[in-house]
């Protein structure tokens, strides 16, 4: 069953523009987190915001949750080209299990 | 550093084969997890296990089972394999129960031929 969905499906940017993505989901959550995927690498957890949490930051990233309109956003400012990559959203379901629901992805190219 | 290791990058079985994924996390994580990753449907929870000799059924458990018998080692086992089952194959653990950040393996891409 599919939680998250990630909006865009795809973006290309250039180096040093910022990357906006969104992630909306159906059910209540405990929590969302963000994950990336470098090609044909396994997932790297990037941030947890607890459903209480508006907004986020971790270096150059910055997650907003909105419980009221079921979504989430992850901006990556002064974007590289190391930040091409594929990112997920995950969530749990609040009182369901502890299990995460990843989200389709998103494939983020940043040109240098 | 957490480090979560499965056996084999690449592997190639024939169909109706008995195969073993394995993956060993050294974090002394409790929760285990075993995803499939399909281009257009994103990871999907096969099975996952919170302790020893635990095991609990993801979204598409069929066709497959699990072992974990000591607490670093989850094993994926798919009892007759088929080309429906090629996929690439993820292991992950978190710390202990509660949502918490999972830590991935590097994956493996299996060929069902």
């Known amino acids: 069953s599919q939680q998250g969905e990630e909006d865009p499906q795809a973006l290309s940017i250039q180096e040093g523009e910022n990357a906006t993505m969104n992630c909306s989901y159906k059910?209540?959550?405990?929590?969302l987190q963000w994950y990336r995927q470098n090609s044909g690498r396994g997932l790297v957890h990037l941030i947890l915001?607890?459903?209480?949490?508006r907004e986020k930051h971790s270096g150059r990233l910055r997650v907003t949750l909105d419980t009221s309109k079921k979504s989430s956003s992850l901006l990556i400012t002064a974007s590289r080209a190391a930040d091409t990559a594929s990112y997920f959203c995950?969530?749990?379901?609040?009182?369901?299990?502890?299990?995460?629901?990843f989200g389709k992805g998103m494939k983020l190219t940043v040109n240098p | 550093d957490v480090k979560v290791t499965q056996s084999s990058r690449y592997l190639v079985k024939r169909t109706g084969e008995k195969v073993f994924l394995e993956c060993v996390q050294d974090?002394?994580?409790?929760?285990m997890f075993w995803y499939r990753q399909d281009p257009g449907l994103g990871l999907r929870l096969i099975y996952f296990?919170?302790?020893?000799?635990?095991?609990e059924k993801g979204d598409i458990p069929e066709g497959y089972s699990v072992s974990r018998e000591k607490k670093e080692r989850f094993s994926l086992i798919l009892e007759s394999a088929s080309t429906n089952q090629t996929s690439m194959y993820l292991c992950?653990?978190?710390?202990?129960?509660?949502?918490?950040?999972?830590?991935f393996g590097d994956g493996t891409r299996l060929s069902i031929l």
């Open positions: 992950a653990s978190s710390l202990f129960r509660g949502i918490q950040p999972q830590h």
């Open positions: 059910t209540s959550i405990n929590n």
């Open positions: 915001i607890r459903s209480n949490e």
């Open positions: 995950a969530t749990d379901q609040k009182g369901g299990s502890e299990k995460l629901v």
């Open positions: 974090m002394d994580h409790e929760n």
């Open positions: 296990s919170y302790d020893v000799k635990m095991k």
